[in-house]
Structures are given as structure tokens and as C-alpha cells.
């Protein structure tokens, strides 16, 4: 359950970048080349360019399996993951702490958010040049390819971050988990500063157990 609770978890990895605040050692910061910290200057102010963002996504699992749903984000700390049927999963983060309410099980499970890929993308202000858990930046394809570790204890990225360019826009995400699978989110009609209602980022209600006859 856990590896099925990050793998949805990273559905949004858009939870952009935490840890903000916290500096890179010296030495990696001046690996980064004149254009790399150019390019991440521009995904930071992105980033940093909204407070609210509304986008329908289609997420691919470590099996192949694909599930569609809607994402919505509060800066900061908040997001909602509500998957279409006939998935019978809910994921709301809110208050440190990360629902996974499955309506189908009648169960409802709670991580904390540091334990999760989504701990990346909900700061309200970001810097990536200087944030610890960017470990690399390229161009490929068009696009910006912003990887990432969800620990400082990790040499190798776990998160991968793709935004389009010229105009910069987050598109996808790709988070690979303990085991190696590898779950990829696509956004589709993003809208960053959507209005958006704040009683969608409570908890979901605990379940009601039955009682025994």
C-alpha cells in the first residue's frame, strides 16, 4: 500500500521542489554553467508565479496501468489529487500530513507529507539553483528537464521534472520509487491562479467502521 500511496503521490509531483531555503554545497552549486542556472532562474520564477494551479492529468504506473483525474494546488502545503472513476482513490494533502482515502476499501491512510515525492512541490517560494534537492538541469527536446531527490541521503535523482519552453509551463513528471518502477504524470489545460474552493483541501473524513452483527 505504501509503494501504491507514493506512486499516486507523485501524480503531482508538481508539489515543486521543497527544501527551499536550505543551500547546496558550494561545490555543487558552481558545477551549475551559466546557461543551467539560467535555466533554472526561469522555472523558479515560474514556479513562483502562482499561488493556485487547476490541471487534468493522466498518470502511467509502474505496471502500465493508467488512471485520469483532476489536480488542484494551494500554496502552501495544499493539494488534491481526485481520480475519475472507476479509480475509488482520493489523495488531499493538507496540514503536513498526505489522504489516501480509498472509497472502495472504506479505508483512509495518512503519511506525512516529508515522506513523500509531494513534498517537492507545494513551498510557496522556490530557488531551485540553491535548493538541495536539485541535483542536475538540461535542455532536451524543447524542454527544460529539472531532476530532483526526494533526500539528501540519495546521490542519484528519484524525481524528474519536465517544462516546456519558450514559454515556460510544467508538463510532466516522472517519479521512480524504492523498487524501481517508475510511475509519469502528464498535465493537461493547466491553469495557474485558478480560483479555487478551500474546503476541497480538507481531510477526508475517517471511514466508518461496521458494526459486528
Known sequence: MRRFCLCLAATLSIALLGGAGQPVPQR???????QQRADLDKVSAYLNGF?????????VGPEGGMDQGE???QKPGQIRFEYRPPSPILIVATGGSVYVK??????????????????????????LK????VIGVSEQNGAIVVRARTSANRNDSNITLVFATPGIELRQ????DDQGGNTTVALQNVQPNAKL????FTAPAKPIKQARK
Open 130 to 133: 540553491t535548493n538541495k534537492a
Open 197 to 200: 474552493d478551500t474546503a476541497q
Open 102 to 127: 480509498n472509497s472502495r476499501l472504506n479505508t483512509r491512510d495518512q503519511y506525512d507529507l516529508s515522506d513523500t515525492p509531494l513534498g517537492l512541490l507545494l513551498n510557496a517560494r522556490v530557488d
Open 173 to 176: 513528471w516522472t517519479v521512480r
Open 71 to 73: 489536480v488542484s494546488i
Open 28 to 34: 555543487l552549486y558552481q558545477a551549475y554553467s551559466d
Open 51 to 59: 499561488q493556485s494551479l487547476k490541471a487534468s492529468f493522466i498518470q
